[in-house]
Nanobody, 122 residues
Framework: QVQLVESGGGLVQAGDSLRLSCVAS????????MAWFRQAPGKEREFVAA???????TAYADSVKGRATISRDNANTVNLQMNTLKPEDTAVYYC????????????????WGRGTQVTVSS
């Protein structure tokens, strides 16, 4: 059973940057694909970025491409660096993990953190 804990959220101004982190425990970290999703009030959870297991291939939503970078270390942490934040980036950001899947569909991920709030003021 994998446990995921996110951190790094907060209240920032448009144009600022944030670095979100997700620490995993209870599993073999390198064998899990990791992803970030977000959910704004009244909206569905949406894909932000993902990094595959061993090869470390990455994928990004069009809405954050060029502004976000997902990375993982060899220990137990996956980070999401978000630059040039916009008010529409305001959401709860969730970390997800799966032993196989590394795509954009949130129901396909087995493990989830509780989320960290990101609020971007204009």
């Amino acid at each position: 059973q994998v446990q995921l804990v996110e951190s790094g959220g907060g209240l920032v101004q448009a144009g600022d940057s944030l670095r979100l982190s997700c620490v995993a425990s209870g599993g073999t970290f390198v064998s899990y694909a990791m992803a970030w999703f977000r959910q704004a009030p009244g909206k569905e959870r949406e894909f932000v970025a993902a990094v595959s297991r061993f090869a470390g291939n990455t994928a990004y939503a069009d809405s954050v491409k060029g502004r976000a970078t997902i990375s993982r270390d060899n220990a137990n942490t996956v980070n999401l660096q978000m630059n040039t934040l916009k008010p529409e980036d305001t959401a709860v950001y969730y970390c997800a993990a799966d032993p196989i899947y590394s795509g954009r569909s949130y129901p396909s991920y087995d493990y989830w953190g509780r989320g960290t709030q990101v609020t971007v003021s204009s």
